[in-house]
């Protein structure tokens, strides 16, 4: 009862310095709450455990070539066959190819994301059906049965979780041509890697997996390998034995791996794969919620400890009135509760929404971001976080002692020495603040200049007048013939629209279709051998048909573009990149000169190594990168040697979406299964890709400045404290002639002095951490000089601003009253 009472009067003693209550537990809702929040985000990306059953033992391999500038490459079957006979350390592998199934049966006609499974994939990654079966061993082989599974989440969200579905025949398109499929089970709910699928199927839908071209193509690379560990094997023994038996596959192909391409395989868990690209940010954000966690109990320190100083003659009164330590410090701890506890309530409604938004956040980096909630678990260690600090606030400040006398108790130079000892360690925390708040802004100022230098780099090519539309190939019924004149109807009825300028088709969508714009060859032209004496360069290969540099708004530099004759049969021809021809012919032109595909790949995807006459030369045209970079590319015609499934609209109005409907239309009463998808601005798919740039800059953006805010508060707090202690001596100078305005530029220069401090920690700590950082994680951008001033600025410029209210009370001291007040 007597708790209670306290608690009653701490509420009442409290709403007298409203100020400092709210400040308080908005203070600590901000810390707690993001840090539950970052952590709920971590936990359920990073640290919880995957659905598969016994993910230690699950793996991942991946090869690269840093010789040929390639980082992440997959395996061919010829040489997953070499890697996986007869295995120690491995019990078998699991292997999944992604391509994109136009899928008829299920609705509208439409393209979705799909894997190509082996009958092991699923025993080695070791997930479950939720209705029907999964693949086995059984949908192996060219004669059986076409299978698909359907991803939880497509079965659940585009099928309303229909268990009728099981049985259910489809009408399957990809670039191989068409096959038939039954649907035979739905899979558990599972991280979806490598790549996001709805559907999974056996390799006989495809018939491009049955071809010699994937059977016997070595170089032929489009298959991701996963492996399950023996019982009693472990990670370095099975990275051993795939190494060796990796080093004898060189040596037994020396022509396809030449040593200067430097061949290397790598073997991870499976988890630290997915959580791969995910890692850097996540932690980097933890870390930057610490940071701001830091601020926030600093500052509650700071504000606490500054209001029990000023108490000091109040606690010592009760003390000298007959009142009991127990008692004073139980009215102490009844504060202390109602501060904190009221942060946390807070903090909940703080973190509640800040999950939703870091979980949308974090979802552009792993997919295991998705549907995040708050973590309860969190909320209970905030709340035994706020009783701690409830406990150290209410029993860290000293108590005047019931003997002392009261005379002593109140006089003014234990007033001015307690006074100056707080007032020290004010200043300490107002430091740490600032030292906090200034590596923030110095991250936040490094993403901001990255987003600044992203919007203002525009592609050489007209962004906003081109729709692209997704338009995949539909062989059902077709010749190669017929499939021609399809795209060719479309775009004759396309360009005859109204407010259509030019129209054109092509493979790939500039920064949307990573599988298209990742294709690369290795070429050779007569006379043109590279400096290591090697025939072979690489270039970016792009099938694209006549007009498709008009329709992007691209003038030729020399040359001609393609023409309606360029079709099979006619002499070959091509159009490069400004940078190739500059590379290969720096003192002449690079027109009539003849270069042809050496890369090995090319006998088993239907491209001929006969030569090809150089036809135009166009600006460079970077479609992968959102800054342009120097690119050799080669251009070929799509009537000759090529794909297809991309539709190029350039409009004359300024809207292109007015033309979506009228478009779709067309199509359709040209094809009326054809699926027509993603229409959308060149201008608007490249924003969409700079999204995590965004989204990484609003967040620690955000972060920062609630961290300034913070540290304001904390400054203008130390300084408001400050004055109150020293009101005799101001009144003392004052009445000795000094002017206000000294007073003014004293207290200013106490606050700049405190952030100044402040910067100077924060600039020491920014190097170490950065250059530590980069050691280990070479993603991370590193700050600038400009990031440092500007980040010094604002710290600055904050701290003349927190200091304007205490100088000016400082400056308006009356002498007389500051001398009576002692």
């Known amino acids: 009862m007597l708790f209670l009472r306290d608690l009653k009067i701490a509420v009442r003693s409290l709403w007298s310095v409203r100020s400092l209550w709210f400040t308080v537990a908005i203070t600590l809702a901000l810390g707690i709450g993001a840090n539950a929040a970052i952590f709920s985000v971590v936990r359920a990306v990073l640290l919880r ?5 016994d993910e230690d033992h699950l793996l991942y391999i991946r090869q690269s070539a840093p010789g040929l500038g390639i980082q992440n490459a997959a395996f061919s079957i010829p040489e997953i066959d070499d890697l996986g006979k007869n ?106 890697y490598p790549v996001a699928t709805e559907i999974i199927a056996n390799v006989v839908t495809s018939p491009h997996h049955l071809s010699a071209t994937m059977v016997t193509g070595r170089e032929h690379r489009m298959t991701e ?58 932690w980097v954000l933890f870390a930057a919620a610490g940071l701001l966690f830091v601020i926030a109990c600093s500052n509650v320190a700071n504000l606490v400890l500054a209001r029990t100083v000023r108490r000091e003659s109040e606690l010592a009164v009760r003390s000298a009135l007959g009142a009991s330590t127990a008692s004073l410090r139980r009215s102490l701890l009844a504060e202390s509760l109602v501060l904190c506890g009221s942060g946390v309530l807070a903090a909940l409604l703080v973190a509640w929404p800040m999950v939703a938004v870091l979980g949308h956040y974090a979802a552009r980096f792993s997919v295991r971001a998705e549907g995040l909630t708050l973590d309860f678990n969190l909320v ?48 300490i925390f107002a430091v740490m603040q600032i030292a906090a708040s200034f590596l923030l802004l110095t991250g936040a100022a490094v993403l901001m200049r990255t987003l600044y230098t992203l919007e203002n780099t525009r592609p050489p090519f007209d962004t906003s007048h081109v729709l692209a539309v997704n338009l995949p190939v539909l062989t059902y019924g ?13 775009q004759r009825r396309v360009g005859a629209l109204p407010g259509v300028a030019h129209v054109s088709t092509g493979f790939s969508v500039p920064w949307r279709d990573d599988q298209g714009l990742d294709i690369s060859f290795a070429f050779a032209i007569p006379g043109a051998a590279r400096k290591n004496g090697l025939d072979d360069w690489r270039a970016k290969f792009r099938s694209v048909s006549p007009g498709y540099f008009d329709t992007l708004g691209v003038p030729l530099r020399e040359g001609r573009d393609f023409r309606d004759t360029d079709k099979a049969g006619t002499e070959r021809v091509v159009i490069v ?68 499934g991309r539709l190029f609209v350039r409009s004359k109005t300024e809207d292109p979406y007015a033309l979506a409907p009228a478009i779709t239309r067309t199509i359709h009463e040209i094809s ?104 280990y994680i070479v993603e991370v951008r590193q700050p600038g000089l400009l990031s440092f001033f500007l980040s010094s600025f ?24 500051a001398l009576r007040a002692e």
């Open 49 to 53: 455990p995957l659905a598969n059953r």
């Open 672 to 775: 009326a299964e054809q699926p027509v998808e993603k229409t959308s601005t060149l201008d608007d798919i490249r924003a969409e890709v700079m999204t995590p740039d965004k989204l990484n800059a609003v967040v620690f953006g955000g972060f920062a400045a609630v961290a300034l805010l913070i540290s304001v508060v904390g400054v203008a707090g130390v300084l408001a404290f400050s004055v109150s202690g020293r009101t005799r001596e101001f009144g003392i100078r004052m009445a000795l002639g000094a002017q206000r305005g000294n007073i003014l530029k004293d207290v200013l220069l106490q606050g700049l002095t405190i952030a100044g401090i402040g910067v100077g920690v924060g600039i020491v700590c920014g190097v170490i951490f950065s250059n530590g950082i980069a050691r």
């Open 87 to 192: 295995l120690k350390t491995i019990t078998e592998l699991g292997t999944f190819s992604t391509l994109d199934f136009t899928i008829i049966g299920l609705g509208t006609p439409r393209e979705i994301p799909a894997g190509v499974v082996d009958g092991h994939y699923f025993e080695v990654m070791g997930l479950r059906p939720v209705l029907g079966r999964l693949l086995t061993t059984s949908d192996d082989g060219p004669n059986a049965a076409g299978a698909i599974v359907l991803t939880y989440r497509f079965w659940k969200e585009s099928l309303h979780g229909d268990p009728s579905v099981i049985g259910k025949a489809v009408h399957l398109e990809s670039f191989g041509g068409p096959r038939n499929a039954t649907i035979v089970g739905v899979l558990e709910p599972s991280v979806p």
């Open 478 to 490: 077709r010749t190669p013939q017929q499939v021609q004149d399809f795209y060719h109807d479309v």
């Open 794 to 817: 604002i710290i600055l410029a904050a701290a003349v601003i927190a200091s304007v209210v205490p100088a000016s009370r400082a400056a308006r001291v009356n002498p007389v009253e």
């Open 380 to 427: 209970w260690f905030g709340i035994a976080l706020a009783l701690a600090a409830a406990v150290f606030l209410a029993y860290i400040p000293r108590l005047p002692s019931a003997s002392a006398q009261l005379g002593t108790s109140l006089a003014s130079s234990g007033s001015r020495s307690s006074t100056g000892s707080s007032n020290r360690r004010l200043r």
């Open 225 to 282: 390998v996963f492996a399950r560990l023996a019982p009693n094997a472990t990670l370095d023994a099975a990275r051993s034995e795939l190494r060796t038996r990796y080093a004898a596959m060189l040596s037994q192909h020396t022509d396809i791996y030449r040593p200067d391409n430097h061949y290397q395989i790598e073997v991870k868990r499976m988890h630290e794969q997915i959580n791969s690209r995910a890692n850097t940010v996540l």
């Open 577 to 644: 990149s400004e940078s190739l021809a500059k590379t290969l012919f720096p003192n002449g032109s690079a027109l009539n000169r003849e270069l042809h595909w050496s890369d090995g790949v090319m006998k088993f995807i239907g491209i001929s190594y006969e030569p090809r006459r150089i036809v135009g030369v166009v600006p460079d045209i970077d479609d992968e990168n959102l800054i342009p970079a120097p690119a050799m590319t080669i251009y070929q015609p799509t009537d000759q040697e090529g794909w297809q």
